[in-house]
């Protein structure tokens, strides 16, 4: 069964500048998660999709960051612009949904921003 | 809002030393997720708990739901367990909330 599939892996931006990320969930897996990792710390949600509908996006800083599952498959995490503290590592995650069921996360996309 | 703490934050060990790592959260969760991140890797889920305990290999987790409270401990440690682990309590929805993590060093 194939995992998680994000890209790219990696990323410099400088800042101001915008940058998206890409996701394709576990085939059948209704619900997609992304977080930001920053250094030294645990992953923070940014936002939950359930098929196309948002769950949850309270942590999401809306002034600069979007997200869309447009199909209900693949996902893409957008930020215009870019700000220095926005290094981390952005996990995307899926679940086959409903209470309690295990995540299964991607490689994630490191991002530098200068 | 769930808190979860995760101790120690900071683990070097001899190999084939028993590990135990410590988790603790404040709200009561549906399941309890530990993860395994590597070195510029991304992160592998080893155990989802919503009671007792699980074995996996050397692996094994426990949770107490009364106490809130669940424990990974690695039998023998390798030097290959060096890594972080990550601590996720789950709340409604499938939310999680997340430890700061454990980094784990094991020396030949």
């Known amino acids: 069964e194939a995992g998680v599939a994000q890209s790219p892996r990696y990323k410099i931006i400088e800042k101001r500048q915008s940058v998206a990320f890409w996701c394709n969930p576990i085939?059948?897996?209704?619900?997609l998660y992304w977080y930001q990792q920053i250094l030294g710390q645990g992953p923070k949600l940014l936002i939950q999709f359930q098929n196309n509908g948002v769950v949850d996006d309270s942590q999401l800083p809306k002034d600069r960051f979007s997200a869309e599952r447009l199909k209900g498959v693949d996902s893409t995490l957008k930020i215009q612009p870019a700000k220095l503290e926005d290094s981390a590592v952005y996990l995307c995650a899926s679940s086959p949904g409903g209470r309690g069921k295990t995540q299964y996360f991607g490689p994630g996309t490191r991002l530098l921003v200068l | 809002k769930n808190e979860v703490e995760q101790s120690p934050q900071n683990l070097t060990a001899q190999e084939g030393e028993f590990i135990t790592i410590n988790c603790s959260y404040s709200v009561g969760i549906s399941a309890l997720h530990w993860l395994q991140q590597h070195p510029g890797g991304g992160i592998v889920s080893l155990f989802m708990l919503s009671s007792g305990k699980k074995k996996h290999g050397r692996l094994i987790a426990t949770i107490n739901i009364q106490e809130k409270h669940s424990s990974l401990h690695i039998t023998a440690s390798h030097p290959r367990d060096s890594a972080v682990y990550i601590c996720a309590a789950g709340g409604g929805a499938d939310g999680l909330t997340f430890g700061k993590g454990t980094h784990l060093i094991i020396q030949p």
């Open positions: 085939s059948g897996h209704a619900t």
